[in-house]
């Protein structure tokens, strides 16, 4: 038991280092590129452990509910609507679509809103690493 915790805990530790040292001296686009990153990883998370043969508890999930949403509400504070415009209320509306979804698929625990708000926040990926 001792060997398997203190894993979890260096695991943990490891991946606090890692962002940290992606972020360290990242340019302002390559640090959205990185909350793109980390959300769709939460996101994947999510959607494994809600599966039927996930094992996330409840409180696994509202852990993870909770980063994917301040990663959302990050990306929508990061939004300058005086310049983007259309664009900017497209973007802030996606994103609180997908933190509706995700709240959704945690009070359900049913992964399938989860992999509907993936797939938006994909595309919105896909899109910012082409002009980056």
Do not use: C
């Not at 996606?94 to 959704?104: K, M, N, P, Q, T």
């Amino acid at each position: 038991m001792f060997a398997s915790a203190g894993y979890a805990s260096a695991k943990r530790q490891y991946a606090t280092i890692d962002l940290g040292s992606k972020v360290e001296g990242a340019s302002p686009h390559r640090l959205i590129a990185i909350l793109y990153d980390e959300l769709l990883k939460t996101m994947d998370a999510l959607t494994v452990g809600l599966a039927a043969n996930g094992t996330l508890s409840q409180e696994g999930a509202i852990k993870r509910r909770g980063r994917a949403s301040s990663i959302l509400l990050g990306l929508e504070g990061s939004l300058d609507h005086a310049q983007g415009g259309d664009l900017a209320r497209g973007l802030a509306a996606v994103y609180r679509e997908a933190r509706r979804l995700i709240d959704l698929s945690v009070a359900q625990h049913n992964p399938k809103p989860i992999i509907q708000a993936r797939e938006m926040i994909v595309e919105i990926s896909e899109a910012w690493a082409r002009i980056g």
